[in-house]
């Protein structure tokens, strides 16, 4: 062994070897704010190197040297696996990086992978980690995050990998003016990425989670942002493939926002299905929420007596416009179907295009749009192809003016229970009936 190492140092041909023969461990940084760490198997020049076992002891040593001495710094790890055998616990200004998906991060145990923990008043700031994939030991069924934030500030997540997630890819918790970015999630149990409360001014965006699935007690969501959480930013996310309805965990929503102020942009949703309770593309619950511009289609209700959705909101003064809602159905017994459904006050439903809401028999009924709330406007959507009613108005004081309606059962129907509808300036054709009417004092011009 002696031989090789010494033949290793005349050749030049490992760097692990002439320092292995050095007799060093660690390798300091010098005047330099970034440290090498180098995998098990790694032949380059490193600060420190991993041998394969509780491989997080060497990255730990390597985030408290900076820490330290340059108050921060780049923790870089180099290609291969390590494995994580406790919490990779972050600080104030540190990055922790790899090389992309060849930067394998194998956590296998009861926490969550790697965490950065402040407190109220005493929040860590100015944390980044990216380049990195994310997996966990076969062994490790622990429902713990791969990353979790707690009181962290400015801070960056962008560009990881994430496979087979025992519970969710990533927490921010009690956390402000965060970016999640370009993250790619596949394979998740319960909530993929999860915002709790308190957490201002959150940014989702460009990230792409693919194959949720109920976990112990939660439905699978792709993104939550929580209560007490404004302003945040969900954006050009793609969402495909969600499964619910297995474990007695009822439901399945792509996005699920009850923040104030959150913005819902350009997103891509395809493909939630549930046997058991709801199932929805978007859902708000949130004062003065925007939902603009994402394209929601393929929910589908098996099972169950349960609302099923493209995008609902619980909340006043919101914006849904500009959205691309199509294939929403239902084959069970029961339960509402909508494309688009609007359950509070002030707000306005404009150009977005619906189609193909559609029920078996015993099912629904099924609406393109539907208000199930006061003082909503409707205006300049098209709507195509739904078994029961294009728009379908329940409550008083709403308005419908502009839209286009063809192929439905009914055009635009006015429940008994609405009174001062006005409608006005809609395109009903190819309807079985294009307009019935039985609330009060309707206006129609």
């Not at 004081?397 to 286009?404: A, E, L």
Request: with cysteine.
């Amino acid at each position: 062994m002696l031989r090789e190492v010494q033949e290793a140092w005349k050749d030049d041909s490992s760097a692990r070897a002439r320092f292995q023969v050095s007799g060093a461990t660690i390798r300091g940084p010098g005047d330099s704010n970034t440290m090498v760490v180098g995998s098990q198997f790694f032949t380059g020049k490193a600060n420190i190197y991993c041998d394969g076992t509780a491989d997080d002891v060497e990255i730990l040593a390597a985030i408290d040297i900076l820490s330290e001495n340059h108050d921060g710094g780049i923790v870089h790890l180099s290609k291969g696996t390590y494995h994580i055998s406790a919490a990779l616990v972050l600080k104030d200004n540190i990055i922790l990086e790899g090389e992309g998906a060849q930067t394998i991060l194998e956590k296998n145990g009861a926490f969550d992978g790697v965490t950065a923990t402040g407190g109220s008043g005493s929040e860590l700031s100015n944390i980044t980690i990216k380049d990195l994939k994310f997996t966990r030991n076969v062994a490790d069924t622990n429902e713990q995050a791969f990353i979790l934030f707690s009181y962290v500030d400015d801070s960056t997540i962008m560009n990881c990998f994430f496979d087979d997630c025992y519970y969710s890819a990533i927490i921010i918790d009690n956390s402000e003016n965060n970016t999640i970015s370009n993250n790619i999630v596949n394979g998740w149990r319960g909530i993929g990425i999860f915002v709790t409360a308190n957490s201002n001014d959150t940014t989702i965006i460009t990230n792409a989670l693919t194959g949720g699935v109920p976990g112990s007690s939660l439905p699978p969501v792709a993104i939550v942002v929580q209560i007490a959480s404004e302003n945040c930013i969900i954006g050009e996310n793609t969402i495909k493939n969600l499964t619910g309805g297995a474990g007695g965990v009822l439901a399945a929503y792509g996005v699920f926002a009850v923040s104030s102020h959150t913005v819902i942009s350009g997103n891509t949703i395809d493909g939630i299905t549930t046997s058991l309770g709801t199932a929805v593309g978007i859902y708000a619950a949130g004062n003065e929420v925007s939902i603009v511009n994402n394209i929601v289609r393929n929910i589908t209700r098996t099972g169950a007596t349960a609302l099923v959705a493209g995008i609902w909101v619980f909340s006043p003064g919101c914006t849904i416009s500009a959205n691309i809602v199509a294939g929403v159905s239902s084959n069970s017994a029961g339960g509402y179907i909508a494309g688009i459904r609007v359950d509070d006050i002030k707000t306005e439903v404009s150009g977005n295009i619906v189609s193909n809401i559609t029920r078996t028999v015993g099912a629904g009924p099924a609406a393109g749009i539907s208000l199930f709330a006061s003082s909503n406007g409707v205006s300049g959507n098209t709507i195509d192809t739904v078994t029961d009613h294009g728009i379908h108005i329940i409550e008083d004081d709403n308005r419908v003016d502009g839209n286009t309606i063809t192929t439905c059962a009914t055009g635009i129907l006015i429940a008994a229970t609405a009174d001062s509808t006005i409608v006005n300036d809609n395109i009903c054709l190819n309807n079985t009936t294009d307009f019935t009417d039985s609330g009060t004092n309707t206006f129609v011009g």
